[in-house]
């Protein structure tokens, strides 16, 4: 159903601006003809896009990821991990995408019941967070970090220092822009 609602606002938004002659020599130019006629057989592929999702009820908590981005779970003790195993196809920039045929078929789904040791703290982020870290292990830190913070400083302090955090990051790592969302659970 979700993957459906994207296709048909995608299919509204080409019916009422569709790809102009400019954009179509620019594309051309910097991809190609046959890229071009890829993208005219299929014109959702110009929308491409990932989705990360957490969803917390009192009875259960959903993650839902396609694409690159990072997820992490960060326990009540601290501990942060990646909750999905990495998928193999995600690498040098390609990802899956809701502009895929398959799309419902890349979709990893975890869930955890209320008899489930359920995470504090879960971090959603482009992709951009993650490539600034020269090792997996820094990048999961800032999960512990964050849920530390998060009790001792409390979240108004997080959220006012968090876009300077995020700068700084980018700055000193990817470059790439990072979005990021957090799910406390305390």
Known sequence: MLVRAWEERIIEDISR???????????VGLYGSDAWEGLEANPLLAYGATLLVAVATKSALLLVQI???DIVAVSPCGAAARPFDADPRLFAGETTSLCQNDAVTNFCVRTYSITDERPSLVLLSTDGYANSYEEDAG???VGSDLLAMLREDGAATVQRELAAWLEEVSRCGSGDDITLGALCLL
Do not use: A, Y
């Open 139 to 141: 990048f999961l830190r």
């Open 67 to 69: 694409g690159d981005g």
């Open 17 to 27: 601006d569709p790809f102009t002659k400019k954009e179509r020599r620019r594309f």
